[in-house]
């Protein structure tokens, strides 16, 4: 047990470390390339989509996991209330998209569809496991499937911002220029990228394994 409690922190402590990494890669790009304000849509949109979907997503479904010393009802708290953090803050993001640079890719129709799973996703589990809640043998039987349904809607995550910062690595020269500023930030972006594939990957996996299985 012992062996498995540090490999279960050494997975989250490693996926910590990626997830910050290629977050900073990113703020440290938008912010060379025109800054992260209002007027700046598309940086605001990239910036609020990492932080919510992404890091703070992954940090909410962990948490069970991570924090077996702390008791369940106020660890369902936390994952509750970092999920809704998540959700207003890629609101945010969508809505300033939307509002100064809409436009219609594949990018943009599978996060659409996966930011709508994830709030039916928050919606159901508030009214099923937190207020007013189901029956216990209900919500037992439901658990595993939320837990799933979380991993692939997470996964589904992961596939949308690698595809998204793709875009913005393809043509960051444009977007930067746009914004005023003659830089090229690809490279830092396709690590970014990378950065962000094993964070997803390093998070499901410490969901998904049973060994890791809160008790």
């Known amino acids: 047990m012992e062996g498995t409690a540090i490999a279960k922190y050494v997975i989250f402590g490693f996926a910590q470390c990626c997830g910050l990494t290629a977050f900073f890669i990113i703020i440290a790009?938008?912010?060379?390339?025109?800054?992260?304000?209002?007027?700046?849509s598309l940086n605001v949109h990239a910036f609020c989509m990492f932080f919510g979907m992404v890091y703070l997503q992954g940090m909410a479904i962990s948490s069970f996991r991570v924090l077996t010393f702390v008791d369940r009802t106020i660890v369902k708290l936390i994952h509750?209330?970092?999920?809704?953090?998540?959700?207003?803050?890629?609101?945010?993001?969508?809505?300033?998209?939307?509002?100064?640079?809409?436009?219609?890719?594949?990018?943009?129709?599978?996060?659409?569809?996966?930011?709508?799973?994830?709030?039916?996703?928050?919606?159901?589990?508030?009214?099923?496991?937190?207020?007013?809640?189901?029956?216990?043998?209900?919500?037992?039987?439901?658990?595993?499937?939320?837990?799933?349904?979380?991993?692939?809607?997470?996964?589904?995550?992961?596939?949308?911002?690698?595809?998204?910062?793709?875009?913005?690595?393809t043509f960051s020269k444009l977007i930067c220029f746009s914004y005023g500023r003659a830089s090229d930030y690809s490279d830092e972006m396709i690590a970014a990228g990378v950065f962000t594939l094993v964070y997803g990957l390093l998070s499901v996996i410490l969901v998904q394994a049973k060994v890791f299985k809160r008790s």
């Open 29 to 40: 790009v938008l912010s060379n390339c025109g800054s992260i304000d209002w007027s700046r």
């Open 80 to 169: 509750v209330a970092v999920n809704a953090g998540a959700l207003i803050v890629t609101l945010v993001g969508i809505i300033a998209i939307l509002s100064n640079r809409p436009t219609f890719s594949l990018h943009g129709v599978i996060g659409m569809i996966t930011f709508l799973l994830f709030a039916i996703q928050w919606f159901s589990g508030f009214f099923s496991f937190l207020y007013p809640k189901l029956e216990q043998d209900t919500r037992a039987a439901m658990i595993p499937y939320h837990r799933a349904g979380g991993a692939v809607i997470f996964g589904l995550t992961i596939v949308t911002a690698v595809v998204g910062i793709h875009g913005y690595a």
